[in-house]
Each structure stands twice: as structure tokens, then as C-alpha cells.
């Protein structure tokens, strides 16, 4: 395992344990290094969302979308974000 892949891994270890400020810090930190890591935008997107930060939560599953088309949970997250938002 690569050493961005080791650090993401242990960021979504903490995203996974409920310590979402930790996973917040750790996940920004990468991403100021790798601003066009796919990955790391869905993640950052999807935990924005999980804090009700909804703008912030779209603007970043809409630019893992754009980086990587192909990255199928961004996009089921971003639905996720439209039917909130509609409710």
C-alpha cells in the first residue's frame, strides 16, 4: 500500500469511529496536498454531509464527480444530498 492510500485508510478509520473532527482535519490536510484526489473529495463530501454542511457536502462530491466520472459513490451520495435537500 502506497503511502496516500496508508494515510486515507487511516483517516477513514477515524471517519468510521464516529471521531468526525479527526477525520475533518486528517482528510483536509491530504487533500491540501492532493487537491484532485477523486477519493479523498468523495470522503471529505460525504462526511460534510454527515454534519449537515450541505454546501460544502455538494461542492465536494460535485468535483470528485468531475475528476473521475466514474466514481459511483460519489454519486449516489450527491442523490443523496438532492433528495435531502428536496425533503
Not at 482535519?25 to 454527515?50: D, F, I, V, W
Not at 466514481?71 to 435531502?84: E, I, P, V, W, Y
Amino acid at each position: 500500500m502506497d503511502a496516500l492510500k496508508e494515510k486515507i485508510s487511516l483517516a477513514f478509520q477515524s471517519h468510521m469511529a464516529g471521531d468526525l473532527a479527526k477525520a475533518g482535519e486528517q482528510y483536509a490536510g491530504l487533500l491540501n496536498q492532493h487537491p484532485k484526489n477523486s477519493e479523498l473529495l468523495y470522503l471529505l463530501g460525504t462526511l460534510r454531509y454527515q454534519l449537515g454542511d450541505l454546501p460544502r457536502a455538494h461542492k465536494f462530491l460535485e468535483e470528485a464527480i468531475a475528476i473521475e466520472p466514474s466514481n459511483l459513490q460519489a454519486m449516489m451520495n450527491l442523490l443523496s444530498f438532492f433528495k435531502t435537500k428536496d425533503s
